[in-house]
């Protein structure tokens, strides 16, 4: 049956190992997938299966780290082992086909998981680095153990939910159910073959029976329609059924003789046959001195012969220049590459431990695979350059080329000079033959179905025979079916119509075929001419197994057996028409660079931990990413990757602290769980910020769909962690209280813990801090990797997809939905982890953002680490003084004029003017900040006199004498509620500038001929214990008890309020009734005010609100009531549009409609038709200009309506009055 296979460019193309089949329908797709199970769910099964063997890890991990029984350290590292072999394999074959393939229906999903992969793999190789640690006795380090596991077990349960929750949700919508289920049989033959051994028995015992039998269905609809490939597989999957079986006929030979499902048990005799009547036979021995170890040379000929042929290549490429066919050259060269990295691979992990522990050729690998990659580089270069291509990258190519032969040559000597003897002198036969197919079973079969081929094609039908034997005598009895296919592949790169197995291997003479039939369709069942047939294995058809009979059973169906001479290794190895057993039917396109860069990943797997670390990535081309961004000059969003620095110092903070916790220390308890919540709520502000602004704007560009879900995803399950924490930590300190009464009482007492005694209460204080342990390594494992994969994937992008204009936007969009008290808590967190030049360009960036705002009076009001942005502001800065009013601050941009108060008192009349000039002159200052200037210079005497006599005031109310309003006032005076008829409040304010006592500022300046500055309030009187005191938000009277003076307190505004919800915001420096930033409200940093979340949308006016209202005249930016804006952009108070739209419907500045006017409008044509002008007006039309579409038109003659004829508005204008006919 035709195998589909997804092609690069996404179609689905079909490799058929018999006559093709009529393509599906594509219409019957959703059907036959309502109908079946999708085979993607077989992922879930592994999943499924993966979780299960984290969660026993961390649990002997666990009991390890607390003593409980099954915490074995040599169990643990068994376990850890499989796991990671597993895990790794897994995800490689991801890499290699899932995500491919994804990311050609859907771009920017697949790069995120690949790089989840690479950050897991780190996690493995750090666990294995703390098993090999010598302290392994320290109580610590078991804790530290589990920590590590807990860690691992988190990431890649969190990975693998997201690929439930994104990925497969993709394939199952992207992808046909055929297509589907090609994805899946390419998985499973990306693996290698000796862990699908492993991985499908270790996989079925994994998950239930009915899941077991629904992915057995699942995989008979997945693997090809072929008996052989499909018995491959089940055998794999029943690998413990059949060892149990194998270990019975062992025990009882009467047992040897049962069938089995999917093949014949061979006895021992087929295995133990005259030897020599087999060689001779086949005429594959010429002495008896034959060492099976010697078809490693096989191997080492076959690869230098084909980078013999490559270096010539290149040279005929040197000297023709023609890069026409450029891309198969590297098609070749990728495949050697592939072939020889697993052959190293090979070697390091079978050849060289059997023979010689001490011998170790890891260094001579690496080299080679940094050769090839700087070969396969080098070659791309060249193909990017095309017809540009100089003389020097000719040379260059034909220099690395040969470079590789002798690097190859020589490491390809010593090990035939040093490990190949020993070989020969310590291993029989047998243990040769084993050590050579556990060393081909390493790769995986898509890639063995190319090499087998390949490397027979070398030999001589002599070394054919001996190799194929030697195969088939080291395979053991439940590879059977899996041999004879490796057996069929080999037949179809020999050059000759032949088929090498059937005569060298499974043919005995015919006297006992006629004798003992049954053992020789054991031994006949290699031959895979057999297999082809219906994948039975008869003698009859054995004794038919010649080479004009093969050519008589093909030649119907067209295909010329065993004949690849003349044709390219690559073309021949993929034709499943040139010999009888079938092919894999996968597409071996992908044999490029993502199926090298896995197999350069697993080498990790041969050497350990300890092992250099090779970079992978499955697309090569992004890797540069990392060394852009230390180079980058800097960008307005860099600001926002400045809070990772701060979010890893927290979280270094969190996991080696958290080691402490055991110590049942009360005052580092409260430390330690203040740290982890200033930690969550930054990081909550940080990831709400990203959610709701950075990555819609990424989301927003074309190319860039999809990019940011995966991340969203990340902040999710971090929330869950956070709050997994938090209840933990939450119970520790209930159990700390616990124990403490323990301590105070002597006794046990009442307690939520029932009867248990102190023992039992201390075991269990200790668990849970074992277990916050594990859960602070989880967190830290979990934001390190999303921070790093956001700088890798996210961070470039903003450098080529936005302009700095845009990334100012974005920046002042993130500061203008957060709030002052987040602010107050989160600058003072990030620029702790920042160098002094970091913090400079951060403020510099902050403020370049807010430039039309009050946010940098804000931050000079309170943060006293504020830096100037140059050289010029820091030395006038340091001349002011240092008790100056917050309106009195001045902006780091200005550079002229910087006095503070007391140089100001000290001019004399001259001085004063001339700076007065100055300032006037001064072209480069803010027009609202040079009129601040002029305006307090020239009231500077009167401020001077106001304040001493302020000063005076306040000593003679220090001396005893009281001040003026020195009694409560009230809201409600019969419920006795304090407050006045603006505000509810416990407190009077102390003026500063006329030192008398006054509920607030209104109440002031109702009395007064001057206004109350109530940022200058220092001093404030509890209206329920009358001390005056300093400002605060509760009264510190002993006798008050604390008493607060309202619900909301302003430390920067001084402000009181016991009735409303209220927020200050920095970048109005002012408090707004409201929820608050980013919950009501957000602040735009164009027009300077603070707009309904509803109008993120809107008309941009700089600076809008620093107007008065058209109505009233009241300046809008500090007013208290609420203010309206128009469609216009334009404002004015809430109460007076009430009262002016009663008869008004156009804006009084602009003259815009103030809504839409449609049902008006229609009204007025209504009129318009009814009415009937005098005979001489009829005719007669006017210029108008529509005040709506600002176009100029006319309109028929009218005393009062005139439609526009563009817009349909009436809310026009005349602007010519002569009257003139419509026809003219």
Partial sequence: MATPGIQNGGGVTVIPASPVVAPVDQSSHAAAASRLSSPIRIFLFFHKAIRAELDALHRTALALATNRSGGD????????????????????????????????????????????????????????????????????????????????????????????????????????????????????????????????????????????????????????????????????????????????????????????????????????????????????????????????????????????????????????????????????????????????????????????????????????????????????????????????????????????????????????????????????????????????????????????????????????????????????????????LFSGWACKGYPRRVCLSSSGISCCPSEDIKETQNQLNKLCRHCPCAAARNGIFTSEQARKCEKSNMEKDFSSMGIDACNASGIEFQKSSLSSQSCCVPGLGVNRNNLGTGSLTIAKSLRSLSFGPSAPSLNSSLFNWETDTTSSISGHTTRPIDNIFKFHKAIRKDLEFLDVESGKLGECNETFLRQFTGRFRLLWGLYRAHSNAEDDIVFPALESKETLHNVSHSYTL?????????????????????????????????????????????????????????????????????????????????????????????????????????????????????????????????????????????????????????????????????????????????????????????????????????????????????????????????????????????????????DGKDLFGRSPSFRDPEKQIFGCEHYKRNCKLVAACCGKLFTCRFCHDEVSDHSMDRKATSEMMCMKCRQIQPVGPVCATPACEGLSMAKYYCSSCKFFDDEREVYHCPSCNLCRVGKGLGIDFFHCMTCNCCLSVKLVEHRCWEKSLETNCPICCDFLFTSSTAVRALPCGHYMHSACFQAYACTHYICPICSKSMGDMSVYFGMLDALMASEVLPEEYRNHCQDILCNDCDRKGTAPFHWLYHKCSFCGSYNTKVIKVDHHSCSS
Avoid at 166 to 172: A, C, H, K, R
Avoid at 257 to 278: F, I, K, N, V
Avoid at 933 to 945: H, V
């Fill in 714 to 958: 990340d902040h999710k399950q971090e929330e869950k962690l956070f709050e997994d924490i938090a209840s933990a930590l939450v119970e520790l300190s209930q159990l700390h209280e616990n124990l403490n009464v323990k301590n105070v009482n002597g006794n046990l007492g009442e307690s939520r813990f029932g009867s248990c005694n102190r023992v039992d209460c201390l075991k269990k204080y200790n668990d849970l801090a074992t277990k916050i342990q594990g859960m602070c390594k989880s967190i830290k494992v979990t934001l390190d990797h999303h921070v790093m994969r956001e700088e890798l994937e996210l961070w470039p992008l903003f450098d080529r997809h936005f302009s700095v204009e845009e990334q100012d936007k974005l920046v002042g969009r993130i500061i203008g939905t957060t709030g002052a008290e987040v602010l107050q808590s989160m600058l003072p967190w990030v620029t702790s982890a920042l160098t002094q030049e970091e913090q400079n360009k951060m403020m510099d960036t902050w403020k370049h953002a807010t430039k039309n705002t009050m946010f940098s009076e804000w931050l000079n009001e309170w943060w006293e680490g504020t830096t100037a942005s140059s050289s010029q502001a820091s030395t006038s800065e340091n001349k002011i003084s240092q008790d100056f009013d917050a309106h009195d601050s001045t902006d780091h941009s200005d550079h002229t004029f910087k006095p503070g108060w007391k140089d100001i008192f000290r001019m004399n009349q001259n001085e004063l003017e001339s700076e007065i000039r100055e300032v006037s002159r001064d072209s480069t200052l803010d027009p609202r900040r040079k009129a601040y200037l002029l305006q307090n210079l020239m009231t500077s005497q009167w401020i001077a006199s106001q304040q001493k006599s302020s000063q005076s005031k306040s000593s003679k109310a220090d």
């Fill in 73 to 484: 350290l040599k169990q643990l590292i068994e376990k850890c082992h499989f796991l990671r072999s597993i895990y790794k394999h897994h995800c490689n074959a991801e890499d290699e086909v899932i995500f491919p393939a994804l990311d050609i229906r859907v771009k920017n999903v697949a790069r995120t998981y690949s790089l989840e992969h690479e950050g897991e793999s780190v996690l493995f190789d750090q666990l294995f680095a703390l098993l090999e640690n010598d302290a392994q006795n320290k109580e610590s380090y078991k804790r530290e153990l589990a920590s590590c596991t807990g860690a691992l077990q988190t990431s890649i349960s969190q990975h693998m939910s997201k690929e439930e929750e994104q990925v497969f949700p993709l394939l199952n919508e992207k992808f046909s159910f055929e297509e589907q289920a090609s994805l899946v049989w390419q998985f499973l033959c990306s693996i290698p073959v000796n862990m699908m051994a492993e991985f499908l028995p270790w996989l079925s015992s994994s998950i239930s029976p009915d899941e077991r039998q629904d992915m057995r269905k699942c995989l008979h609809r997945i693997i090809p329609d072929e008996k052989l490939l499909q018995q491959v597989i089940f055998n794999w999957m029943d690998g413990v059924k059949m060892s149990n079986k194998r270990k019975r006929c062992e025990d009882d030979p009467g047992l040897s003789s049962s069938s089995q499902e999917y093949g014949p048990c061979s006895c021992e005799s087929s295995r133990t046959a005259d030897t020599t009547s087999l060689l001779s036979d086949c005429n594959v021995v010429k002495s008896q001195g034959c060492h099976p170890v010697d078809d490693i040379l096989h191997w080492h000929k076959a690869i230098k012969k084909e980078l013999c042929d490559i270096a010539e290549a290149a040279r005929n490429i040197k000297l023709t220049e023609d890069f026409s066919d450029l891309s198969s050259f590297n098609r070749r060269l990728q495949f050697i590459a592939e072939v020889c990295i697993f052959h190293s691979i090979a070697e390091d992990k079978v050849i060289f431990p059997a023979v010689d522990a001490e011998i170790s050729f890891v260094q001579e690998h690496a080299e080679e695979e940094n050769e090839f990659d700087k070969f396969r580089c080098l070659i791309e270069s060249i193909e990017s350059a095309g017809a540009n291509s100089s003389a020097e990258f000719y040379s260059e190519l034909c220099s690395q080329a040969d470079h590789i032969m002798e690097t190859i040559d020589r490491h390809f000597l010593n090990e035939e000079i040093q490990v190949l003897p020993l070989a020969r002198e310590h291993f029989s036969p047998e243990r040769q033959r084993e050590l050579l197919y556990q060393s081909l079973c390493v790769m995986p079969l898509r890639l063995i179905e190319c090499v087998l081929p390949w490397l027979v094609r070398s030999m001589s039908e002599e070394e054919a025979r001996c190799f194929l034997y030697n195969m088939h005598m080291a395979a053991p009895e439940s590879d059977t079916a899996l041999v004879t």
